[in-house]
């Protein structure tokens, strides 16, 4: 499969958009409130499956090669030790599977079950990443109660507000695309 010019244009623009919704960050734990979510909702919401894995995985080499583009202004091979690092891994996962299930969809109830889904998946890969790296790496020991508590319950407001936006705004931007 040929890459078309504006496809690279897409990908390119969308590796900076997850870099500013990094910069975005509101330290609240070891996992800091960050806009990244949003911008891979509107990854696969707008490229195509591979395209949008893609494009997360780009994002993920260029901060593990050093570039300071993760939360925090971040970056190096040390990052695969941060507590947070596991929901980089589950973006890429997830903006694939919303790309396979919502891509070029116009219907906001499907759309937003899909980014449901998709922050299921961020959490089911992040949390558990987050727990050995806490528990086993940095030596914080941390139950899993803990770890949903600092994880996950201070972003499920956020993330679904973040997901209806992205729901709203992507048909049109779909529109103009085209």
């Known amino acids: 499969m040929k890459i ?5 244009t897409k990908i390119a623009l969308l590796v900076a958009l997850l870099a500013v ?16 979510n949003f911008f891979v909702f509107m990854t696969g919401l707008i490229l195509t499956p591979s395209y949008a894995f893609l494009t997360v995985i780009i994002y993920i080499l260029l901060g593990l090669i ?4 993760f939360a925090g202004f971040h970056g190096g091979i040390q990052s695969i030790f941060s ?19 919502a891509h070029g969809e116009k219907n906001f109830k499907k759309i937003m079950l899909i ?13 558990p990443y987050m727990y050995h790296i806490l528990n086993n790496v940095m030596g914080n020991p941390m139950n899993i109660s ?3 508590t600092i994880g996950m319950i201070p972003f499920i407001i956020p993330d679904l507000a973040k997901a209806v936006v992205a729901a709203i705004i ?6 103009e695309l085209k």
């Open 21 to 36: 919704g990094a910069f975005i960050t509101i330290p609240i734990g070891p996992v800091p409130f960050t806009l990244q």
């Open 83 to 101: 507590p947070s690092f596991g929901f980089l891994i589950a973006f890429a996962i997830g903006a694939a599977f919303i790309s396979k299930f």
């Open 146 to 148: 803990k770890v949903f």
């Open 170 to 175: 992507t048909p049109r931007i779909l529109k």
């Open 66 to 69: 050093g570039l300071p583009i």
């Open 115 to 127: 980014l449901i889904l998709a922050e299921v998946i961020f959490y089911a890969i992040g949390l």
């Open 4 to 8: 078309k010019t504006k496809d690279i």
